[in-house]
């Protein structure tokens, strides 16, 4: 049984999660372009049986047109999945939830267009796969990627989270130039292994080897980082570029590498690969912490700070942890 704490709505009305998963799945099987006459008919019985099923269909057809419009290769190969029609339709009746009273929806609100990202991991899980083009792409935990590859180009939409690419050799003629983008710019490789972070008020890259060309979303701002060197850039503006630490690409073999971090940004680095709220009392927050963490293995580097560290542990739930300073007895 599906279980959700939110309210769905259609036309601006709540409406029953049934009825509304069952406009989502009747959307992917239509989508596929695979339906059959008798299928066709079916749906139209539905629609027909009760106003609540029309209502439902008009919204959710209305949504899937706004998908269209974001990208309609990536939205329709998103929603037209057959041997997962189940969970794509899940996905959709979520959006459904997401239009709010108003019965309009925020398709570009992260939730919704990671949901229906061509790739995508899970807190705590990373996935590395080779692109057609030939260029290598890691995605980080919690990371969620859209692929947009045509005759001018190949351009990776970062909807959250990180990557890490190795770009191909551009073999093709016209030259394809390879760039990410994020809310707040863009980044294009120059021959380039190199990361890409979207943060709420900024965006991080850093070079891991030839350079990267950056562009702000608004003002035309650019900058060129080399090997070795990372930038920030916000929707306006970029930052100046300086020397990145190799440590910042430990996630890609599983660790969590730390010299002399702040124990704040370490749990709120540590929180990406597990599930549930990880925080720290103000009075630990500044402390700093080095090592190398394996992050297959939360639970063991929380019970281990203890060792290195004036602190406790305290487990309020499973998924509820808090580091406080160590009690006087």
């Given at each position: ?159 959250k989270g990180e990557v890490f690419i190795t770009t191909a050799k551009e073999a093709g003629r016209p030259y394809r130039p390879f760039l990410v983008e994020t809310t707040h710019g863009q980044a294009q490789a120059l021959g380039t292994r190199y990361s890409v972070r979207q943060k709420e008020a900024h965006t991080v890259v850093a070079v891991e080897q030839g350079a990267v060309r950056l562009r702000s979303r608004e003002g035309g701002a650019h900058q060129l980082i080399q090997a070795g060197q990372g930038a920030s850039m916000t929707a306006r503006r970029i930052g100046a570029a300086h020397a990145v630490s190799p440590d910042i690409w430990g996630w890609r ?77």
């Amino acid at each position: 049984m599906l279980k959700t704490s939110h309210q769905v709505y259609a036309g601006g009305q709540p409406i029953d999660l049934k009825i509304a998963m069952q406009a989502a799945e009747w959307l992917t099987t239509l989508m596929s372009g695979q339906a059959t006459k008798a299928e066709q008919q079916a749906w139209a019985s539905w629609r027909a049986q009760h106003p609540d099923h029309e209502r439902a269909w008009t919204h959710i057809e209305h949504v899937s047109a706004g998908f269209r419009q974001l990208d309609a290769q990536a939205g329709r190969k998103a929603l037209a999945r057959r041997p997962a029609t189940r969970r794509q339709a899940l996905k959709l009746a979520m959006v459904l939830a997401a239009s709010g009273a108003t019965g309009t929806l925020g398709l570009r609100s992260q939730g919704a267009r990671s949901a229906l990202a061509d790739l995508s991991t899970s807190i705590g899980q990373r996935r590395e796969l080779r692109l057609a083009d030939g260029s290598n792409l890691h995605l980080n935990a919690d990371s969620a990627v859209n692929v947009h590859f045509s005759a001018s180009e190949r351009r990776l939409e970062l909807v959250k989270g990180e990557v890490f690419i190795t770009t191909a050799k551009e073999a093709g003629r016209p030259y394809r130039p390879f760039l990410v983008e994020t809310t707040h710019g863009q980044a294009q490789a120059l021959g380039t292994r190199y990361s890409v972070r979207q943060k709420e008020a900024h965006t991080v890259v850093a070079v891991e080897q030839g350079a990267v060309r950056l562009r702000s979303r608004e003002g035309g701002a650019h900058q060129l980082i080399q090997a070795g060197q990372g930038a920030s850039m916000t929707a306006r503006r970029i930052g100046a570029a300086h020397a990145v630490s190799p440590d910042i690409w430990g996630w890609r073999q599983g660790l969590l590498l730390a010299d002399g971090m702040l124990l704040s940004e370490f749990l709120r680095q540590l929180g990406r690969y597990r599930h549930g709220l990880l925080g720290c009392d103000e009075t630990v927050a500044g402390l700093r912490i080095s090592g190398v963490f394996p992050l297959q293995d939360t639970q063991a580097v929380l019970l281990s700070l203890p060792h290195s560290l004036p602190v406790e542990i305290h487990f309020r739930t499973r998924f509820w942890v808090r580091v406080q300073p160590t009690s006087r007895r």
